[in-house]
């Protein structure tokens, strides 16, 4: 099983429509945005959104629960289920800022995920048919298009599944306007595609992934003649979403057309020029986790974009023929189609190098990379960017698939110098074609990435909290550590085993590790942000300690998958809130599962390792399942065997994993999870605390038994 979650059975659980339990669950904001200045209602739509429920946002306002009316149920549809709605009334306490706000809810059930709640400029309405009940597919042709007011506005529409959207616009000759589409800037799931027909269908302007906005589209159109046109709305692929949500906006208005250089130093004011003026962008209290601003014109109803933060010294080109010292991040464009950039810097000799280019996954630019690093006498030390891709790392698929390049190479002794070039794959050029380009001594380094945005720890119970450690160049232990845990609250496992040994220098290689938090009987603690850090020790004695960095969000796309997922489908995260685990004590599960270990018999290949589990359910009615899923954290070529569940009590069994000399010599966490039926849609996951296991190295082929 390769260390994955293994279960006992040959069947799948397939829940991914089924209720976990009762805890809060933001699905839908109504709207989705406000005018910036004004008070406005609210209403949340979910799941247990019920007793003491509260608002948790950055927003400068305050929210005040109205009287839970339910909106009026669809004709002819079912009544609607307590806790699904909620609205507030929200009252600005501040000036708000043009830009997106994070709304999540808790109640006595926990705390739920965050939805993005967008502040704009200009009068808001809504799409007819995205109203609570409307109808679908009112709007889907030219004679039936919704007709819109004289600009500006913002419009909040939806698309529901594979439909276009279309709305009447009345222009005058001449008369200019800008329009756009926020989506994947303020959560949603769909990747816009903009047109603009005129009466007779033609379209005469459109746009997809429009300059700075991601996957977002924006154009500029100057109407012809006076009389009629047609702005049409759709995802590119026609895909379905779950976050299926957009805002057109239209208005005549300045908006940033160039970010350059595209990010600074941290710790300093850096000028920033975002098309027609120049801004300075103060990053001299940048935290040490923040890796992005957000930065726009004075003014200008558009939406921020992103503007990076670095640590290294900075230049800006042209930088001419000089040599530069490194470490240093260059920022630069191409300019010219099938232009080249070289630079000449000085590296120590024998030394590991970090050559990396950041671009396309800023989001600011459109350059596919390619770098190459010379030495002194023209020789190739190594390039990055148009190689073949790695199977285990990409798909094949040319629609955004790999990340910016990143070369690591060994300096050869006396080189003390060296060129490096910079080159669009394609050839192109111009205003959209920046780039940051950061050379630096390969530190033994790693990165620590949660994957949940937040937990809920029952009562009395556990919750599983998978981490990604992403090593740079560190390829020993690290132990996983929440640095401010509450009383009350119980932190095990966390064991990160070393990576394979490797003959060159890698590429950014991941690993996984696991924390259990539970919460002790007979105490509680109140919801707070947790710093998980990563901690490991250098050959020198000196200690690593990384802050763990949390998505913020995640919104799922549909298509999206783990092998192969382009940027249209990848989930939807939000790590610019720098937010870390946001937890919370919720109520307690209908069972605890336990697992211990009974014996370990070590075989000529490797370990057989009996382990037992047994469910513990506070009503002796409940169902219980006859399978649990088990995971060894990190373990290579795990399998298993011998499944038994005992016949006289089905609440308990035990199975057997087998290692083999694949299996790294390491501390290993074990823990298992299970699903409760609590209903015909609703379950309840419950996790085991962990134990330590140890494996050791295979030697010889002797057979030994024993118990732990």
């Known amino acids: 099983m390769n260390g994955r979650m293994a279960p006992l059975t040959v069947s799948a659980l397939l ?18 945005g406000a005018q910036k200045g004004k008070p406005f209602t609210l209403t949340l739509a979910g799941r247990n959104l019920g007793e003491g429920l509260k608002i948790r946002s950055t927003m400068p306002a ?9 909106p009026a149920p669809a004709p002819g549809g079912p009544m609607l ?22 709304i999540r809810v808790v109640t006595g059930e926990g705390i739920s995920n965050i939805q993005l709640f967008t502040v704009g400029a200009f009068p808001e309405l809504a799409e007819d048919e995205s109203r609570f009940g409307g109808p679908s597919n009112t709007n889907d042709r030219m004679e039936d298009a919704q007709p819109l007011p004289p600009p500006p506005f913002t419009l909040n529409g939806t698309l529901r599944g594979p439909e276009r959207d279309m709305f009447r616009l009345s222009a005058k000759a001449g008369e200019k306007r800008v329009i756009e589409v926020e989506a994947r800037r303020c959560g949603s799931a769909i990747d816009p595609l903009l047109e603009v027909l005129d009466a007779n269908g033609r379209m005469i302007a459109g746009s997809e992934d429009a300059p700075l906005l991601g996957l977002d589209a924006r154009v500029e159109v100057t109407f012809p003649r006076a009389g009629d046109y047609y702005v049409v709305v759709r995802d590119s692929r026609y895909s379905t979403q779950t976050a299926n949500f957009y805002r057109l906006k239209i208005g005549s208005y300045p908006y940033p057309r160039e970010v350059f250089p595209l990010g600074g130093r941290r710790g300093e004011l850096v000028e920033t020029s975002l098309g027609t003026e120049k801004i300075k962008v103060d990053l001299r209290d940048a935290g040490s986790n923040v890796h992005q601003v957000f930065v726009n014109m004075p003014g200008s109803p558009a939406l921020p974009v992103p503007f990076a933060v670095g640590n290294d010294p900075e230049v800006n080109g042209p930088v001419g023929d000089r040599a530069i010292n490194s470490p240093v991040t260059i920022n630069a464009r191409l300019a010219n189609a099938g232009q080249v950039d070289r630079y000449t810097l ?36 190594g390039r990055s960017g148009d190689e073949p891709l790695a199977e285990d790392l990409y798909n ?45 001594p390969v530190a033994q380094d790693f990165r620590v ?19 990604t450690v992403q090593r740079q160049g560190f390829e020993d232990e690290i132990q996983l550590r929440v640095a401010n845990p509450p009383k009350g609250l119980r932190v095990e496992g966390g064991y990160v085993v070393a990576g394979l040994p490797v ?43 990384r802050k763990a960095e949390g998505p913020g969000m995640i919104v799922n796309v549909a298509g999206a998958s783990e092998q192969g997922a382009v940027d249209r489908q990848r989930s939807l995260t939000a790590p610019w809130m720098g937010l870390e685990l946001v937890t919370a004590p919720t109520k307690s599960r209908a069972a605890k599962l336990e697992v211990t270990m009974l014996d370990r018999t070590r075989m000529p290949e490797g370990d057989q390792i009996k382990f037992r589990w047994k469910w513990i359910p506070r009503d002796a009615g409940q169902a219980l399942p006859r399978t649990v899923n088990a995971e060894m954290v990190g ?70 038994s024993s118990r732990p």
Do not use: C, H, W
């Not at 909620?86 to 600005?92: D, G, I, R």
């Open 81 to 102: 289920a307590e806790g699904r709605y909620a609205t507030f009334l929200v009252e600005p306490t501040a000036e708000l800022g043009v830009g997106v706000y994070p």
């Open 503 to 545: 003959k060159e220098t890698p590429q950014n290689r991941n690993s996984r590790g696991v924390l259990i938090l539970t919460a002790e009987p007979g105490q509680t603690f109140a919801s707070l942000d947790l710093t998980v850090e990563g901690v490991a020790r250098l050959a020198d004695g000196s200690t690593i300690v």
């Open 396 to 440: 094949v698929n040319q629609s955004r698939t790999a990340g910016d390049p990143i070369l690591r190479l060994q300096t050869p002794a006396g080189v003390n110098e060296v060129t490096v070039t910079v080159e669009d794959l394609a050839l192109r050029g111009g205003p959209g074609y920046a780039y940051r380009l950061n050379v630096q």
């Open 635 to 704: 373990s290579a070529d795990v399998r298993l065997i011998d499944i038994q569940v005992d016949a006289k009590d089905p609440s308990t069994g035990t199975f057997v994993m087998t290692t083999t000399k694949l299996t790294r010599p390491s501390k290993y966490d074990v823990y298992i999870t299970g699903r409760l039926n609590l209903g015909p849609v609703e379950q309840e996951e419950i996790v085991s605390r962990p134990i330590t296991v140890q494996v050791e190295e295979v030697v010889g082929n002797a057979q030994t």
């Open 346 to 381: 000085r590296v120590p000799a024998s030394r590991a190098m970090t050559f990396r280019i950041q671009a396309r996954e800023l989001e600011t630019s459109k350059l596919m990379a390619v770098i190459t690093v010379r030495d002194e006498k023209g020789s190739v030390l």
């Open 449 to 467: 990435i949660l994957n949940s945005a937040f937990v809920n720890v029952p009562a009395e119970g556990s919750v599983a909290v998978p981490v």
């Open 15 to 32: 829940v991914s429509a089924l209720r976990l339990s009762a805890q809060p669950v933001i699905t839908e904001l109504q709207p989705r």
């Open 62 to 70: 305050s929210f005040t629960l109205l009287t839970p009316d339910q």
